[in-house]
């Protein structure tokens, strides 16, 4: 098999999976925000949550179910900040995913990565990384809701967490997206093998 990548493309190309993958899997698993209610964990991500309330028929009383689940829908998101980060986040993470698919193509496929295709590849790993950056600095915004500051004791503010503590989850997606700005849109310039002159 031929390959369209130099040396550094190949470098390039398990970067942008890895972190493509960091991304991707912090966006998805709810353990960006971590608090707890009525003495039981709970834990927030962009669109999923950990442990919520729920009303016992046959106590009528309010327990929380411990396991982890989607919103119901898109509206039920407990903030609009949320709602926003999770869309933002997610095309980024959408972008790094489409990049990283692409150069690993790249290792099998000939005449797949030139120079100027690398350097395109790069530019959108650097908005995907961007976008990705800006959900989670807008997620602390979100911080305010009822749902979060009855997790966080009723402590908690926008920027301000309370007696919550942000989870593994929003480092490493924040992390794939640092790395993707700053190491895989500069190998991505190096990546692509010099094209070939065709005499027509």
Known sequence: MASSL????????????????????????PYWLLGSQMDKPVSFGTFRRCSYPVRDEESQATVILE?????????????????ICTVVTGVGCGLLLLVALTALMGCCISDLISRTVGRVAGGIQFVGGLLIGSGCALYPLGWDSEEVRQTCNNT???????????????YCTGAGAAAAMLLCTWMACFSGKKQKQYPY
């Open 6 to 29: 130099t040396c550094a493309g190949v470098i390039w190309t398990l970067l942008s999976l890895l972190c493509a993958a960091a991304s991707c899997v912090g966006f998805f698993m």
């Open 156 to 170: 908690s503010d926008q920027f301000e967490l309370g007696s919550c503590e942000i989870g593994w989850a929003y």
């Open 67 to 83: 396991q982890c689940g989607r919103y119901a829908s898109f509206q039920g998101i407990p903030s609009l900040e949320w709602r």
